[in-house]
């Protein structure tokens, strides 16, 4: 990995393996991330450049 991501729902730096990363299911044009506890809580992410919420 190049680029630092960041957990799309609390904003902390993504690292270890139970963190993931995906792109925006509804644009496609943002790689999200969320860490390990953001998983677990099924905590909501917003897309930045659609507006697509989810888990
Ligand atoms: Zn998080
Ligand atoms: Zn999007």
Same mark, same amino acid.
């Given at each position: 990995?190049?680029?630092?991501?960041?957990?799309?729902?609390?904003?902390? =730096?993504?690292?270890?393996?139970?963190?993931?990363?995906?792109?925006? =299911?509804?644009?496609?044009?943002?790689?999200?991330?969320?860490?390990?506890?953001?998983?677990?809580?099924?905590?909501?992410?917003?897309? =930045?450049?659609?507006?697509?919420?989810? =888990?």
């Amino acid at each position: 990995m190049s680029s630092e991501s960041r957990c799309s729902s609390c904003g902390i =730096p993504l690292k270890g393996e139970k963190s993931v990363d995906f792109k925006c =299911p509804s644009c496609a044009n943002v790689v999200m991330g969320r860490c390990g506890n953001c998983r677990d809580q099924s905590a909501k992410y917003i897309c =930045p450049e659609c507006g697509f919420q989810g =888990p």
